[in-house]
T-cell receptor, first 115, second 114 residues
């Protein structure tokens, strides 16, 4: 069964600084990987996803993530954060085959932006 | 399109009561799911469905029932509410022949069990 870990509960970065949010997954084969964002009081929105192919994926709002099979990681990055990026970020993993339908989320990382 | 709709938005139940959280989508998605969100625990998958008549358990299915009689609707039933079921519940739908390529989430239902 797949699982996902987000080791950072809360991160604060200065506006304009770069950002990296960590995500580690556990799955025996190539997983499906997702990053979602939840703004305060809002629902969840997909930022980007990885299924196969190029390991560097681009998403919305200037985010990107890199799949590293050797490290079982799918870290989210942004070169320069904006105050509007303050939100909670969730990494999620789905398996392949019959496990593709079971999408498991991590516990989330809350991002605060320092003016 | 309304997307994914959930009713009610808020609900207070007494321990032992039953209720159904409604979820509907108008995007003709095969896949639908229910998650609960609790502080510090992220979203946990309760049940999911890959099509009408097909449901399966997620990570935390105990105390919840689901059915999928139509493509559009995926109600979540709490059989006998317990304080541990106090949470925010999200329904989602997605398209994908082997799993959702992207899930679209509803606005959530905040449930309090006293």
């Amino acid at each position: 069964a797949q699982s996902v870990t987000q080791p950072d509960i809360h991160i604060t970065v200065s506006e304009g600084a770069s950002l990296e949010l960590r995500c580690n997954y556990s799955y025996g084969a190539t997983p499906y990987l997702f990053w979602y964002v939840q703004s305060p009081g809002q629902g969840l929105q997909l930022l980007l996803k990885y299924f196969s192919g190029d390991t560097l994926v681009q998403g919305i709002k200037g985010f990107e993530a890199e799949f590293k099979r050797s490290q079982s990681s799918f870290n989210l990055r942004k070169p320069s954060v904006h105050w509007s990026d303050a939100a909670e970020y969730f990494c999620a993993v789905g398996g392949s085959g019959s496990s593709a339908s079971k999408i498991i989320f991590g516990s989330g990382t809350r991002l605060s932006i320092r003016p | 399109n309304a997307g994914v709709t959930q009713t009610p938005k808020f609900q207070v139940l007494k321990t032992g009561q039953s209720m159904t959280l409604q979820c509907a989508q108008d995007m003709n998605h095969e896949y639908m799911s229910w998650y609960r969100q609790d502080p510090g625990m992220g979203l946990r998958l309760i049940h999911y469905s890959v099509g009408a008549g097909i449901t399966d358990q997620g990570e935390v299915p105990n105390g919840y029932n689901v059915s999928r009689s139509t493509t559009e609707d995926f109600p979540l039933r709490l059989l006998s509410a317990a304080p541990s079921q106090t949470s925010v519940y999200f329904c989602a739908s997605g398209r994908g022949d082997r799993g959702p390529y992207e899930q679209y989430f509803g606005p959530g239902t905040r449930l309090t069990v006293t």
